[in-house]
């Protein structure tokens, strides 16, 4: 048995290597078969009379009149101008080729071109075994901690723009979110209990509206119905606070409605300009469930503490929170850069640190605008006003678009208020991109970027907006050869038009010349073989 499991390994690997020959070969084995598949082409072309097909053919091309090649030019010109307007189109839309794409997915697995699943599911451990590759969620999709109220907020945008802030897929997430926080024992599901996780999941906003009153006719208790009413119903930030005061007496001992409520709270005191109020209840709520930092409420203290200029504060909750040990977002990161930079953005001036270099503090700047920028780049453009911003989803992605539009719609006003923070920012932000390898195969203080963002955020923002993407993608190759084909054939078809005589002049040149090789090939091929051994090929 042993001498069985000893010799196993040393098979494989001859299988390997016999395979590893194999693939290496095919390529030199497909060019002798080519140019044996020529040979007895040129050998045969008595029998099959190439000769006289070639003479009819010309006979044929040289009848044609110079209409017929404009009309062939200009067809090939606008059937590939149409190809390539739907190659931009589908490269816009959705990112890559479309015939890329339909190669890679249909035409690769029939030429029998499929990765090994070996090399990408396992790797190897130091005693030379394979073990799973333990998945990595680059692309996870979060709870925006600072996300806005339907009714108050988003349904207003609606009514004046007629444009949907949210996607359906964002709306799904949050309903099978609060089905989560809200279903509560499902050993001891009331009545209500039913009524509210069907509401989660209406599509349609009044359905749940309805249900949700539906829920407290059953029990005027009912606080995940009042939660309802104050997200969706309440048109107000005022109302949508009392149905959550309303929602926080009916709580009972949930912490998972008594954490949602409290928080929500909070944040109707931010916005109501109660801001010391909402710091205290925010402190509060993170002390007597240090738990749940999850729920990142840390980030809505930073962004009410920025809002009362206490920087000492900030910098107090991100030493607490900026560790290597725990996640990173965009508010944890552009925060600190922003506490940096405002302690020298003041008197910060390119063309002086350029004559003199960088000091210690404004060296200390950059680097955090730096580690910011590596950790999102999308979100300078939008503090800068690059880019026009919209409302923020309801969830985010790590690293994505939409954590950059999130982070910059509540944190552009604080970066307007360090006076020079932004001109600092302007100036330094791209020279990320030159410490970063390249092609992103590594960070250089994160993990590489990860290439799943886009899709995601696609997923997560409204149609209307352009989605922000990095690394730039280069055209695709069928794009840039659609582009040329179409611009040759149409520069053929003009001047067929105008210089007939010259193009057909021109053509005949070019013909000759490609089939001069062909010609010089046959001759020595005749003058090598003798004439008998021809004959007998003919003859056969």
């Known amino acids: 048995m042993e001498d069985a499991t000893s010799t196993n390994p040393q098979s494989l690997g001859f299988t390997d290597k ?14 002798v078969w080519f140019a044996m598949v020529l040979t007895m082409i040129y050998v045969l072309r008595s029998p099959l009379k190439l000769q006289d097909t070639l003479t009819s053919a010309s006979v044929f091309l040289n009848t044609l009149t110079p209409k017929f090649y404009v009309a062939l030019t200009g067809t090939s010109s606008l059937i590939s101008g149409l190809i390539l307007i739907f190659e931009w189109w589908y490269f816009r839309k959705y990112g890559t080729s479309f015939i890329e794409q339909v190669s890679v997915s249909h035409l690769r697995p029939l030429l029998g071109g499929v990765e090994s699943s070996s090399t990408t599911g396992l790797f190897s451990s130091v005693n030379g075994e394979a073990e799973p590759r333990p998945s990595v969620s680059e692309c996870k999709v979060w709870r925006n901690p600072l996300n806005l109220f339907r009714g108050a907020e988003y349904s207003r945008y609606t009514w004046v723009t007629g444009k949907e802030p949210l996607t359906y897929y964002d709306m799904n997430l ?46 005027h208790e009912c606080a995940a119905a009042y939660v309802l009413l104050a997200e969706e119903e309440a048109t107000t930030i005022t109302e949508a606070e009392r149905l959550f005061k309303q929602a926080l007496r009916s709580a009972g001992k949930d912490i998972n409605l008594l954490v949602y409520i409290k928080r929500r709270l909070a944040m109707c005191a931010r916005k109501l300009g109660r801001i010391k109020e909402a710091v205290k209840m925010m402190r509060d709520l993170m002390k007597e469930f240090p738990l749940l930092g999850m729920l990142n409420i840390h980030e809505n203290l930073l962004e009410a503490l920025l809002e009362l200029q206490a920087y000492a504060d900030v910098q107090a909750v991100l030493a607490k929170y900026d560790d290597i040990s725990l996640p990173k977002s965009a508010t944890i990161c552009y925060t600190s850069a922003l506490l940096k930079a405002r302690a020298v953005s003041e008197k910060f001036s390119p063309e002086a640190a350029s004559r003199r270099g960088l000091s210690t503090a404004e060296m200390n700047a950059v680097e955090a605008i730096h580690r910011a920028v590596e950790f999102n780049p999308h979100v300078p453009k939008y503090l800068l006003e690059m880019k026009s911003l919209i409302l923020p989803p309801e969830h985010i992605l790590k690293r994505g678009d939409s954590e950059a539009v999130a982070y910059a719609f509540f944190h552009l006003q604080h970066w307007k208020r360090a006076e020079g923070a932004l001109n600092l920012l302007h100036c330094t932000w791209e020279g990320t ?53 179409c611009s040759f054939t149409a520069m053929l078809a003009m001047l067929t038009h105008q210089f007939p005589e010259l193009m057909g002049v021109f053509v005949k040149a070019f013909f000759s010349t490609l089939f001069t090789p062909l010609g010089f090939f046959a001759d020595k091929m005749e003058s090598f073989m003798p004439s008998s051994f021809w004959h007998q090929l003919t003859r056969i």
């Open 18 to 31: 016999l395979k590893s020959w194999l693939s290496w070969s095919w390529t030199y084995i497909c060019a």
């Open 174 to 219: 949050s309903a099978q979110d609060h089905q989560t926080f809200f279903t509560g024992d499902t050993q001891q599901i009331k009545a209500e209990d039913t009524v509210m996780q069907k509401a989660w999941r209406e599509r349609n906003p009044q359905a749940r509206i309805r249900a949700a009153y539906q829920a407290i006719e059953m029990n």
């Open 433 to 485: 991109f030159r410490i970063i390898p390249y092609p992103l195969e590594k960070g250089h203080l994160f993990y590489p970027y990860p290439g799943c963002t886009e899709t995601a955020d696609r997923e997560l923002l409204p149609t209307f907006h352009e989605v922000s993407v990095y690394p730039k993608k280069e055209l695709p190759f069928f794009i840039l050869f659609t582009a040329g084909l």
